[in-house]
């Protein structure tokens, strides 16, 4: 198989559990994982956007993996996702202090996918 559209199956696999813990329960999934308390409708609506927004991107890049004409787009749609979400989370580094080491773990492979996302990107050709 292809290695840009393997990376974007496991990137999908990847982000899975990650959206659906900020969405299907985030009273109790938010709470146990960093101590977060979400008690408003309106927390839970927009833990839930995010969730939505999630799990948009992962069946984008599952369709790149399954459609050769949206590998490049939906290779594009990662970085530009992961380094975004690095982005905010060095920002918040330099403004906020640390959080929670989980975080630093999710910043850490945002930044590592959006550099794999970036190499494959300019690979010349697809990989076998």
């Given at each position: 198989m292809d290695q840009r559209k393997l990376f974007l199956i496991v990137a999908a696999v990847g982000l899975t559990p990650i959206a659906l813990s900020y969405g299907v329960s985030p009273a109790s999934s938010l709470q146990y994982l960093f101590g977060i308390s979400v008690e408003s409708t309106e927390l839970t609506h927009i833990f839930r956007a995010i969730m939505g927004l999630y799990l948009a991107l992962v069946g984008f890049w599952i369709a790149g993996a399954l459609f050769e004409q949206l590998t490049v787009p939906a290779l594009w749609s990662l970085i530009v996702f992961m380094f975004g979400l690095a982005a905010?989370?060095?920002?918040?580094?330099a403004l906020d202090g640390f959080p929670n080491w989980l975080l630093l773990v999710?910043?850490?492979l945002e930044l590592a996918f959006g550099?794999?996302?970036?190499?494959?990107?300019?690979s010349n050709s697809p990989s076998k």
């Open positions: 905010g989370r060095v920002l918040s580094l999710y910043l850490g550099a794999i996302g970036f190499r494959l990107l300019r």
